[in-house]
């Protein structure tokens, strides 16, 4: 396999002539090998680490095979002394009652308990519909303590398509976020494509949900609890107006009062849970900019078991969730470390970190940013990989379908990085950049669901290498079989290039765009 990656990087050479290369580079890419990586993903994304859920056994054995292969290839252990970063958990479960006209509303069926905020008990007879949530609609209306049932949706613009997809989008989070400033109790968002969401999560909505531990210095969360609730849930609640949720939302009226008995309560019982990020250091060579820093993560955590009484395969085995991420950076890993030992160490530092959480809301990698080991006014960029071994649904059939990558964020905060990713490309691996998802605006919101993001928020120019979902996205059948692992390998290869070009550079990347 070895061969077929010197071809192509040969192939590389005519293709890309007008993009400048670099010998010592190409010498250390092809260690990134398909062989290689199939050995790692073959380890942990095998039935033994039972899909690698955060706060299982699972994961804790992931964790040690990622600190074991760092400490073979000499990666620095610089969490005092340890390669494992604490990231303190807790395992919280939400008992809720809800009901509307007296008739009791399911969890998981008829809402979603999505940020429940504190504890709370409610008895009302009225709510009020809000529309889309602009400050038009809601004009003067007094939502301080009351029951606020939002569309959640972008409101309609003549000459755009309409984002009617349940997914938060930038505008509609300013919109919530100015609800929640008016002092709201509870916020009902209703959607018409919940109930099937609820439909296909309904054992992973159900189960108890990890956050970060709150320590007793943490304010109490003052802010309205967010419900996620289905159309015929809606239609309950504005039953008494005469007509359905559909049609007070084509109707377009002004927020308004609506007479329904609701009562809702809902309590969090809280419990430890230990979970580590995995971090590897390999120091820079120039004395000048060593105490800069890259970043190159991926989550190892994966969904863990279906439920006991499930038929058949139980293991979500997420190989290429983030099993292939996670391979990917321990080859590049091992690419830069033999680069160091022969003498070509890269003049910047880098830390390698496999996040943990990320499957259960970017837990790992908010709180290494929050307490970041390494400066983050240091850190020059975090190249995130989440899911590269794999064809997505849309490049099935197509030409080049083994041959591209979609790219996120590359140039959101640096116009830099951007095109250092770019050149690399060019230069050595060829690929199709993919740029579909490079918005903020996608429906789909990847830029805001994976680790990276974390990064992002606090003003470090990220990229996100991704190869779309496929059938088997969050599914038992996301195995090792499925892997296409030459072009795991060649995917990691331009992540390396970036690398390798972003830690040699005389400046690191200039930051002239938003968060």
Known sequence: MNKLLLTLTAFGMFSGACAQQNPTAMKYAPIISADLAKKHLSIIASDAYEGRETG????????HYIADEFKSLGLQPIVNGSYFFDVPLSENSLKVTFSVNGTPAVNAEDFFAYKPAADRAIIANEIVFVGYGTDSEIANTDLTGKIVLWINEDKPEAGKPANTSYRSTPARALVLKNLQSKNPEVILAANGGIADVLKKNKGYITAARLGIK?????????AAGIFWITSGLADQLVKSTGKTYDQLKAAGTNSQTIKADVKLSYITEAKDVKAVDVLGFLPGSDPKLKDEVLVISAHYDHIGLMPEGTKGDRVNNGADDDGSGTTGIMEIARAFSKAKKD?????????????????????????????PVIPLANTITDLNIDMIGRVGTEYIGKSDSANYVYVIGSGMLSTDLHNVNEKANKAYTNLVLDYKYDDPNDPNSFYTRSDHYNFAKHGVPIIFYFNGVHADYHGVGDEVSKINFPLLAKRAQLV?????????????PVVDGKK
Do not use: C, M
């Not at 709150?214 to 003052?222: G, N, Q, R, S």
């Not at 837990?363 to 929050?370: A, P, Q, V």
């Open 343 to 371: 003498g070509h160490g890269p003049r910047r530092s880098i830390l390698f970190l496999g996040n943990v959480g990320e499957e259960k809301g970017l837990l790992g990698s908010e709180y290494y940013t929050d307490h």
């Open 214 to 222: 709150k320590d007793a210095a943490t304010p109490v969360d003052k």
């Open 56 to 63: 299982k056994p699972g994961a804790d054995k992931a964790a």
């Open 496 to 508: 390396f290039y970036t690398a390798w070009d972003l830690l040699n550079a005389d400046a690191r």
